[in-house]
């Protein structure tokens, strides 16, 4: 059976957090992952002394998310120069040859994200076995979306592509999840583990309290 095939239990990760507030929330509603950007175009970038007054606070059994968008080597160590991860999330065009360099030199886990518009997207995914050691998978933006970041512009795919999809790798979705949708989403899609940035912000890069809670007590909920 495909690893995250109906599963009762539903992780949540609550990405681009960067306000102590947000961080105790997430952790205290039940979070299972909390994600930490370092890309500076997106409005929820942090610099290394930012993070680390967050990641502190973060309690063994949530796992910490480092963020990057095609990285160099010196991106990745000015920030793991000053905070712990235990995964690396990768949301750009690394290869599976530099997802794979990324896990080993750094020891660390790795979530390489495919962008998914049809079924025939979830191709890429194989090569990353070996590599990676979870996907996830998010909204393939417009063509004539010139202003989408990499990840969280809200933008939700149709989660049927992945019903029935079988995966080597544990995998999450993401692209446009709110509380309201998420049932729907998790029942067309079949995931266990989702994520969740835009979603649960008043503003970009502004996270909601009481829409951090929403969403993880719809998680709980299904």
């Given at each position: ?15 681009g957090l960067a306000s102590p507030e947000s961080v105790d929330v997430a ?196």
């Amino acid at each position: 059976m495909p690893p995250n095939a109906n599963s009762a239990n539903i992780e949540v990760k609550i990405c681009g957090l960067a306000s102590p507030e947000s961080v105790d929330v997430a952790v205290e509603g039940g979070a299972r992952y909390v994600g930490f950007v370092f890309y500076p175009p997106s409005p929820r970038n942090l610099k290394p002394a930012e993070a680390r007054s967050l990641t502190e606070r973060v309690p063994l059994g949530v796992h910490r998310v480092a963020l990057f968008v095609n990285p160099s080597d010196t991106d990745i160590d000015r920030v793991f120069a000053q905070n712990q991860f235990d995964m690396i999330q990768l949301h750009g065009a690394e290869t599976p040859e530099r997802t794979n360099n990324i896990r080993a030199r750094t020891g660390t886990k790795v979530m390489k994200v495919i962008k998914l518009a049809a079924r025939a997207d979830l191709a890429a995914a194989a090569a990353y076995q070996g590599a990676a050691d979870q996907l996830l998978f998010d909204a393939m933006a417009p063509k004539d979306r010139t202003d989408a970041l990499p990840g969280g512009n809200a933008l939700a795919f149709d989660w049927t592509l992945l019903a029935g999809a079988e995966m080597a790798l544990p995998w999450m979705l993401a692209g446009g999840l709110t509380a309201e949708n998420l049932a729907q989403a998790v029942a067309s899609s079949g995931a266990s583990q989702v994520d969740v940035s835009s979603g649960v912000e008043d503003a970009p890069g502004v996270k909601s309290p009481d829409k951090i809670r929403a969403f993880l007590a719809a998680a709980a909920a299904i």
